[in-house]
């Protein structure tokens, strides 16, 4: 018993040897040019085996490195110079070392990811998809580049038509996809009754695309997230930038400020020509525009490694026809927010954010047959996230959200009966998380997302615990897997049998309906076949309960407007991706099952899709040269058949009985809802790019040829004549843009 005491001594001196014996580094990676943070670069000791990726904002962390000792830093990121780096680690304290990365010359060669698997070993990120703005540049074009349009090559989205950028994952709705651009919600992200998307490329620093699985930080919605961090601006010179496309034309301008930096984005389209290989040749008078500006400020005198930042984001489109025989649409979004993030002498990091986010759209019938709608959003929304990082590697996350929401929607069916729906509400939620990352081979997220107080009735003291896990089983195979609940209490009203749904508007679900609830499950494996041959595998189940879906029966004013539903999806994912020297080529295919119940009635919902393939392959010619290739291919999609027509008569006096007053309208007979399939659809895009590198002036031109084979894809059937409307036919387009 005497010797307990000095073993309990010697355990603690043990520990306190140890903790003097490792010490911290942290540091931002950002580009040496325009001081614009690097997220997703690669931070590597060799010697140790061991390193970090910068988040999205450019931050890396890598803790207990052995103390009093000199290292080798390699910093790598794709399209910039390898650096490499000496620096000392002090015992028991946090070392920063900010780096700064020099972009790559136009003689740009083989892509580098240095220690890209020692890093990512213990991440717990099954589902997740990083998309760098050098891959959203690479794509082919269907205009210009559109981040949202690119999302249809990740396995596990899909989408109905070239005509839309509206997606759907994993068996998802579309409203059931959050978007967010600087942490605020957008809540129509489209240009164009839906072509494109409201986001410029030009303003995007990094994108992070949750398929699945999503941990209990992200809130409110059911199927995916898009996390979208716009650019800073340049830190370090004033410069400019513009660009058109045979659509619209572009104008960036950044530069610094007393301790800081602001970035200002315009965009505007001239020319409607272009759309119409979009819309089956039919001249459309669309109209859009958006435009974005962003502060950021950061003074150690004030506040030490505080950033404070205020974003602004206006968007609009204004469809007006000069028939009046044809409707016009008309909708906007108005984004403004303040963040305030904060760094700590210790591993500790916060983030505190307040926003507005204001959508409006209507749909105007003027003499057309179609009905009128008017939609309105607005969104308040206040929230504060912490994160610790224990000297174990081990993090704590926690957070709240305060949100404050009024929808209002006034709107009619077929059948004559109104709806006007307005529901002002608030939600309150917590969540609380632990990343258990101590162990090399071995990290687990778990967590809670617990709804205090709901937009709902029901929504209210609803816990949403969720879980994910990795497990490296050899230095080649890591095993991962993902489980978790999930709430959300607004959904868009849209017509299963509407063939286009150009406007979905938004509502608070009524307190008649229970909140929608997901279920996922998830398993996956990445396998390196070699250094730079990855296999990846996911298999996921979605369970949906209370999927909010339209009255089709309703009547007279007073019936419910929406009806409770059910969904299930389920389905596997096979990645490849391969690099060798210049080329890069990525492959992905797609065996899914999506289906939907309302009312008894089991269907498959128009964007389920059994197989999808995607084969793209990138080649850096040199010398600026840039080549890509995506050839595409998936199943048909569900369609209701026509199986006849009647005469349907009506009398314009119910007391004038002249048979000559009588007018007949055709009526189309509906077969089951989605019992046929379309024919299969495939098509190759191919994309040229070069960068000329002038002494003031820089330029990028693509060329982009959409539909190489001019394959006739079919798109519906006019409901009223039953004739055939294709998808885009071969589409050569191109862009240029010039930077001083």
Known sequence: MRVFPY???????????????????????????????????????????????????????INRIPANKEYLLQVSFVGYQTKYVKVFIAPNKLTQLDITLSPEGVELGSIEKIGERIIQKNQTDIGLERISVKTLQALPKGVETDVLRSLQYVSGVRTTGDVSAKYYVRGGTSDQNLVKLNGITIYNPFHALGLFSVIDPEMINSVEFYKGGFTSEHGSRLSSVLSIISKDGNRNQFSASASASFLTNKLLVEGPIPNGSFILTGRKSFSNDILKKFLNEQSVPIDFYDASFKLNYSDDNIIKNGRFYIFGFLSGDNLEDDDPLSEDYKWSNNLIGFEWIQIYDMPL?????????????????????????????????????????????????????????????VQSNSQGAVSDIEEFSGNFSLYLKYKFLRFEDFGVDIGTRFNLAGLTEGGGLYPEPRISMTYRLFPFLTLKGAAGLYQQEVATISDENEVISLFEPWTILPDYLKP????????????????????????????????AAINEKKVFDSDPDLVNGNGEAYGSEFIINYSYNRFKINTSYSLSWAYKEVEGWLFYPKFDSRHSFNFGIEYNIGAGWSANAIWSYSSGLPFTPMIGFYDKYQTGNFFDVNPGNYIFNPYTILGDKNIERLPVYHRLDFTLSKKFDFTFIKMELDLSLINVYDRENIFYFKRDTGERVNMLPFLPTATLKVSI
């Not at 306190?16 to 580094?25: D, F, K, N, P, Y």
């Not at 990676?29 to 590597?44: H, I, K, R, T």
């Not at 209507?362 to 912490?386: A, G, Q, W, Y």
């Open 7 to 61: 073993l309990i001594f010697f355990a603690f001196l043990c520990l306190s040897i140890s903790a003097q014996e490792t010490g911290r580094l942290r540091g931002i990676v950002s580009d040496s040019n325009s001081g614009e943070f690097l997220p997703y670069a690669n931070v590597y000791i060799d010697e140790l085996q061991t390193g970090a990726s910068t988040d999205e904002r450019g931050l890396y962390l």
């Open 349 to 409: 990091f916060s983030r505190f954010g307040v926003s507005l986010s204001k959508f409006e759209g209507k749909v105007i019938p003027n003499e057309s047959e179609f009905k009128p709608r008017t939609n309105t959003v607005e969104d308040m929304n206040l929230s504060f996230d912490l994160n610790y990082v224990w000297p174990s590697k081990d993090e704590l996350g926690l957070g709240l959200e305060i949100k404050l929401l009024n929808t209002k929607l």
């Open 516 to 547: 929608s609830r997901a279920l996922h499950l998830t398993f996956g494996t990445d396998w390196f076949l070699a250094e730079n041959f990855l296999f990846k595998y996911e298999a996921y189940y979605k369970k949906i309960e209370n999927l």
